[in-house]
């Protein structure tokens, strides 16, 4: 069993950062791809990030929807980072921590964002 853990949510202005975090305790991210999902208001769950294998404290540049974020990881506290910049109002969502490990896909319980105007 797989235990992922977000935290980080809040609400900022447009125009303001945020870092997610995924708390993932005796999981290493030099195996999987971990990914954000994120699901805003009346809207269907998306794919906002991938990020493949890195190893300990490599800096992981995903794959994005918009912008290019950063993730770091750091093994010592087997944490995963999502830094987002300049955000605006369609970045209100909550988000999600993923990882598939054949046949499952195990999940967070969600952060909230919320970007006002």
């Known amino acids: 069993q797989v235990q992922l853990v977000e935290s980080g949510g809040d609400l900022v202005q447009a125009g303001g950062s945020l870092r997610l975090s995924c708390a993932a305790p005796g999981f290493s991210f030099r195996t999987y791809t971990m990914s954000w999902y994120r699901q805003g208001p009346g809207k269907e769950p998306e794919l906002f990030a991938t990020?493949?294998?890195?190893?300990?404290?490599?800096?992981g540049y995903h794959t994005p929807v918009r912008g290019g974020f950063p993730i770091t990881e750091t093994n010592a506290r087997n944490m995963l980072y999502l830094q987002m910049n300049s955000l605006n109002p369609d970045d209100t969502a909550e988000y999600y921590c993923s990882v598939r490990i054949p046949p499952a896909r195990f999940w967070g319980q969600g952060t909230q964002v919320t970007v006002h105007a």
């Open positions: 990020m493949p294998p890195v190893f300990p404290g490599q800096l």
